[in-house]
């Protein structure tokens, strides 16, 4: 079936937006465009939010032009329909989609407070790579780890472990103020909800997740904006 193709490879489209965003804001930084806009008069709140909307733009074109291309245009008729319903479909899309979006605010933030492109370029790739693997796996691991777990013994007559009937807390559950906290980020971050999107995961609950992804866009936009109203160009 062509399911596959209807869901867009998230972390492509994040990776690409985090070195087209340094390298295009980058560029308005050393060719001193943003310092001339300022000096014309433009606001640099004005500054913020038409780079962001660029960039949003050019996200958003970037996930979904390729699903509607290949996944409605090729998939259906190569690959014989789809099993996923629209309504199974939709949802996970439009919280894909808010994710590469707050990525992509994210990543603005970042490009806008640092002037040096090259710099600004590794460090959003390597923030998008930390986030997307190395943050989000150990997140969603430590919420599935069971709060108990069965107790096993070693038995010198089998040379091996056995269970003893009993249950004893996982070491790895994270319970208390602490699984607060992780629940929230594991909502709140566009990493998680990436992770937490997928039509075949029947058990995320994903119907507020586009709350946490607007939530996020707009935290990561007033901050962003507050940062380069306050930084000093060069």
Not at 34 to 57: D, Q, W
Not at 68 to 73: E, N, S, V, Y
Not at 175 to 194: K, N, S
Request: hydrophobic letters at 50%; one cysteine or more; charged letters at 15%.
């Amino acid at each position: 079936k062509a399911d596959h193709t209807l869901l867009p490879d998230t972390l492509i489209t994040v990776l690409v937006m985090s070195v087209l965003i340094a390298l295009l804001i980058g560029r308005e930084y050393s060719d001193k465009t943003i310092r001339n806009k300022i000096i014309t008069g433009h606001s640099r709140v004005t500054i913020y939010l038409s780079n962001l909307i660029v960039c949003a733009t050019a996200a958003a074109i970037y996930f979904v032009v390729p699903t509607l291309l290949i996944g409605l245009a090729l998939g259906a008729p190569l690959l014989g329909g789809f099993e996923l319903t629209a309504k199974s479909f939709i949802l996970p899309a439009v919280v894909d989609l808010l994710s590469v979006l707050g990525f992509t605010s994210l990543f603005l933030l970042v490009v806008m407070s640092i002037q040096n492109r090259t710099i600004a370029a590794v460090t959003v790739l390597i923030l998008a790579i930390a986030m997307m693997m190395w943050v989000t796996v150990p997140m969603r691991e430590a919420l599935e780890a069971p709060q108990y777990v069965d107790e096993y013994v070693f038995s010198e007559e089998v040379n091996d472990f056995v269970p003893t009937g009993n249950t004893i807390e996982s070491p790895a559950y994270v319970g208390g103020p602490a699984r607060v906290a992780l629940e929230f980020l594991y909502d709140f971050l566009p990493c998680g909800q990436v992770e937490q999107s997928s039509p075949y995961n029947k058990t995320a609950d994903m119907a507020d997740l586009p709350f946490w992804g607007l939530a996020f866009i707009a935290a990561t936009t007033l901050g962003g904006a507050v940062i380069f109203q306050k930084k000093e160009l060069k």
